[in-house]
């Protein structure tokens, strides 16, 4: 056995019951990283009046946990396989509990951006750890499928969710409470991982850190992912965003440089790419998510601006959306292990381009019932199934040092993905509204009817994005499953 090797859980945490409360802390911790990357939507325009924040300033409540969440993902990843998953999952709750908390008694705009960043932080260290747990807890690819079915049906369905909570907590009590709600949850799940997880890590330890590849890609994803935010605010050709972005590039260049010519124990091993099922898989989560979470902030747009729906309504609009996703991660978990990632792609995928070009027609004129619950359960059955394989394909049949490193990557590709999606629609559903609300007085039906054109053209876009991972998909290998004398095997194939 290498020196690189995993200790295995303890084996009270493979069997039973308590294998099974190990799956619940970590879908826990997974929903609460999605859900405060989107409960706070709603609420935005109340922490503005009550905080007086200034508008340029508004998106930093957003972009504060998206950009930190962004730069870490990696690092949080390889923190898990060396420091101990067990040990870094409770560093992340922890520090996103106390975040959590300083934000939702915040009384001024840079106290609660600033907790917005460290719950990012929190989150960065968090969502790897989760799923290097499952990895190395549910060994059988049976088991291992139904578990990350669930892990991947909680992450789909917690955005939706989050636009839920965030109407009902906002509508019916105060803002403070999307972020203070999180307090009690978050000691009730470090009591369950202390209880139930159990302690793995590489046996390099401390020596496989790779500290400037860290620091670099860190960096330069912040950076990066700091720049393409600010272009709607400020345009490309600003400064405030071609520095941020050129800033990125080189420091991201230079992390490839390091991984591939200095580092001894690089972060990511760009080795890594030669899996034709992790590269491929990443591309898919990329263009996935990036059709998915532009689709939460428009289709929230559309129903309160566009529809006139009142932020607790636009809430509850979403639960069909929300248990679409639910019912396509958790009931396509026993199918993936039997016939591979690669045609449950194919068949999320063209779901979802059909749902969002769907969802894209709907005007002012529209109906709930007629024109946006068919393609809501359809967006949200197919995004689901995608979330399922999607994640088990960029990590299945990875050496067991790797995990973290390679849940790490998936949940950066995917916070990529749902930044570079939004801003770029953004940007061209703005222009599209620009020109045609023009001359229209605000709240008549022309107004709507160019705010509806205008977030039509994003939705058309979104399912662009599903398009394309459709295409991604293609490459995905299949799998086959084969049985030997020690047992089953699985082989990628062309």
């Given at each position: 056995?290498?020196?690189?090797?995993?200790?295995?859980?303890?084996?009270?945490?493979?069997?039973?019951?308590?294998?099974?409360?190990?799956?619940?802390?970590?879908?826990?911790?997974?929903?609460?990283?999605?859900?405060?990357?989107?409960?706070?939507?709603?609420?935005?325009?109340?922490?503005?009046?009550?905080?007086?924040?200034?508008?340029?300033?508004?998106?930093?409540?957003?972009?504060?946990?998206?950009?930190?969440?962004?730069?870490?993902?990696?690092?949080?990843?390889?923190?898990?396989?060396?420091?101990?998953?067990?040990?870094?999952?409770?560093?992340?709750?922890?520090?996103?509990?106390?975040?959590?908390?300083?934000?939702?008694?915040?009384?001024?705009?840079?106290?609660?951006?600033?907790?917005?960043?460290?719950?990012?932080?929190?989150?960065?260290?968090?969502?790897?750890?989760?799923?290097?747990?499952?990895?190395?807890?549910?060994?059988?690819?049976?088991?291992?499928?139904?578990?990350?079915?669930?892990?991947?049906?909680?992450?789909?369905?917690?955005?939706?969710?989050?636009?839920?909570?965030?109407?009902?907590?906002?509508?019916?009590?105060?803002?403070?409470?999307?972020?203070?709600?999180?307090?009690?949850?978050?000691?009730?799940?470090?009591?369950?991982?202390?209880?139930?997880?159990?302690?793995?890590?590489?046996?390099?330890?401390?020596?496989?850190?790779?500290?400037?590849?860290?620091?670099?890609?860190?960096?330069?994803?912040?950076?990066?992912?700091?720049?393409?935010?600010?272009?709607?605010?400020?345009?490309w050709s600003s400064a405030r965003v071609l520095g941020p972005l050129l800033a990125g590039g080189v420091l991201l260049g230079l992390f490839v440089l390091i991984q591939a010519?200095?580092?001894?124990?690089?972060?990511?091993?760009?080795?890594?790419?030669?899996?034709?099922?992790?590269?491929s898989a990443n591309l898919v989560a990329f263009f996935g998510i990036a059709a998915l979470f532009s689709t939460f902030y428009f289709f929230t747009l559309l129903l309160q601006?566009?529809?006139?729906?009142?932020?607790?309504?636009?809430?509850?609009?979403?639960?069909?959306?929300?248990?679409?996703?639910?019912?396509?991660?958790?009931?396509?978990?026993?199918?993936?292990?039997?016939?591979?990632?690669?045609?449950?792609?194919?068949?999320?995928?063209?779901?979802?381009?059909?749902?969002?070009?769907?969802?894209?027609?709907?005007?002012?004129?529209?109906?709930?019932?007629?024109?946006?619950?068919?393609?809501a359960l359809l967006l949200g059955f197919g995004m689901g199934v995608v979330l399922n394989a999607t994640t088990n394909a960029a990590t299945a049949g990875l050496p067991a040092?790797?995990?973290?490193?390679?849940?790490?990557?998936?949940?950066?590709?995917?916070?990529?993905?749902?930044?570079?999606?939004?801003?770029?629609?953004?940007?061209?559903?703005?222009?599209?509204?620009?020109?045609?609300?023009?001359?229209?007085?605000?709240?008549?039906?022309?107004?709507?009817?160019?705010?509806?054109?205008?977030?039509?053209?994003?939705?058309?876009?979104?399912?662009?994005?599903?398009?394309?991972?459709?295409?991604?998909?293609?490459?995905?290998?299949?799998?086959?499953?084969?049985?030997?004398?020690?047992?089953?095997?699985?082989?990628?194939?062309?």
């Amino acid at each position: 056995m290498s020196a690189e090797t995993l200790r295995p859980p303890a084996p009270s945490a493979q069997v039973g019951p308590r294998l099974g409360l190990v799956l619940v802390a970590c879908c826990l911790g997974q929903f609460m990283n999605v859900l405060d990357a989107s409960v706070v939507n709603v609420a935005l325009p109340v922490i503005a009046e009550e905080l007086r924040f200034d508008r340029h300033n508004l998106q930093l409540v957003n972009n504060a946990y998206t950009v930190v969440v962004c730069g870490f993902l990696l690092l949080g990843g390889r923190l898990a396989d060396l420091f101990g998953q067990r040990r870094i999952f409770l560093s992340g709750i922890t520090l996103f509990t106390l975040a959590s908390t300083v934000g939702g008694l915040a009384n001024d705009p840079g106290t609660l951006i600033l907790a917005r960043a460290f719950q990012g932080l929190g989150a960065a260290i968090m969502a790897p750890a989760t799923l290097t747990v499952l990895g190395t807890a549910f060994t059988q690819p049976g088991a291992r499928a139904k578990a990350f079915g669930a892990w991947s049906a909680v992450s789909g369905a917690a955005g939706a969710v989050g636009v839920l909570a965030g109407g009902v907590i906002t509508e019916w009590f105060s803002w403070r409470w999307i972020l203070l709600i999180n307090a009690p949850i978050g000691l009730a799940l470090f009591a369950l991982v202390c209880w139930v997880v159990p302690e793995s890590r590489s046996r390099r330890g401390r020596r496989g850190l790779d500290v400037p590849g860290a620091v670099t890609v860190t960096l330069g994803l912040m950076s990066a992912v700091y720049g393409v935010s600010e272009s709607h605010t400020y345009g490309w050709s600003s400064a405030r965003v071609l520095g941020p972005l050129l800033a990125g590039g080189v420091l991201l260049g230079l992390f490839v440089l390091i991984q591939a010519k200095v580092a001894r124990h690089p972060l990511v091993p760009l080795g890594i790419f030669r899996n034709r099922a992790v590269a491929s898989a990443n591309l898919v989560a990329f263009f996935g998510i990036a059709a998915l979470f532009s689709t939460f902030y428009f289709f929230t747009l559309l129903l309160q601006q566009v529809l006139g729906y009142s932020p607790l309504r636009t809430g509850l609009s979403y639960l069909p959306m929300s248990l679409g996703i639910a019912l396509g991660g958790w009931g396509i978990s026993s199918v993936v292990p039997r016939i591979g990632p690669r045609p449950v792609l194919l068949s999320g995928l063209s779901l979802s381009s059909v749902g969002l070009f769907w969802l894209s027609r709907v005007d002012e004129t529209s109906g709930y019932a007629a024109d946006v619950l068919g393609p809501a359960l359809l967006l949200g059955f197919g995004m689901g199934v995608v979330l399922n394989a999607t994640t088990n394909a960029a990590t299945a049949g990875l050496p067991a040092e790797q995990a973290g490193m390679a849940s790490g990557l998936l949940n950066t590709t995917r916070q990529l993905g749902s930044v570079v999606g939004l801003v770029t629609l953004a940007a061209l559903s703005s222009a599209r509204i620009d020109r045609a609300i023009e001359g229209t007085e605000p709240g008549t039906a022309a107004a709507r009817h160019a705010l509806a054109s205008g977030y039509g053209l994003a939705l058309t876009g979104a399912a662009l994005f599903a398009a394309a991972g459709l295409l991604a998909a293609l490459a995905v290998p299949v799998r086959r499953r084969s049985r030997t004398a020690q047992g089953e095997r699985e082989t990628l194939t062309s």
